[in-house]
């Protein structure tokens, strides 16, 4: 699995605010990633999404509504299904950093973000796999 774009790398975006979700899930899949589906709470949706798709790569907004922020949905995420979390954050809070920082994601970044960014993100978190 290399993130070229192809198709075959399965890909989450949870993310509470629609315009937010849409834009990333569209430069994805303009991309050339096409199976791109989006989670609008960390708690249970999030989790579910995870569970029904099985993604390589989970693209994590840290505030979220619902009964968990996205820190607590993206570790039990990478744990359960064992996918790569990238968080897609307005938090550049050192305490809120460190936070995420130790469920082991494999990339951070701060919003706003762009499509390189988001690609970039793609390829070196799934270059080991």
Known sequence: MTGTGDGDTRILVVEDDGLIAFDIATRLEDAGYRDVA?????????????ENMR??????DITLKGDMDGIEAAEIIRKR???????VTAHSDPSVRNRAMATSPAG???KPYTAADLICAIRCA????
């Open 55 to 60: 993604p390589h790569l989970v693209f994590m």
């Open 108 to 110: 951070y970044i701060l």
């Open 38 to 50: 989006v989670a609008a709470t960390g708690g249970a949706e999030a989790i579910r999404q995870a």
């Open 81 to 87: 299904f064992g996918s790569r979390i990238v968080y």
């Open 126 to 129: 799934l270059r080991s796999e």
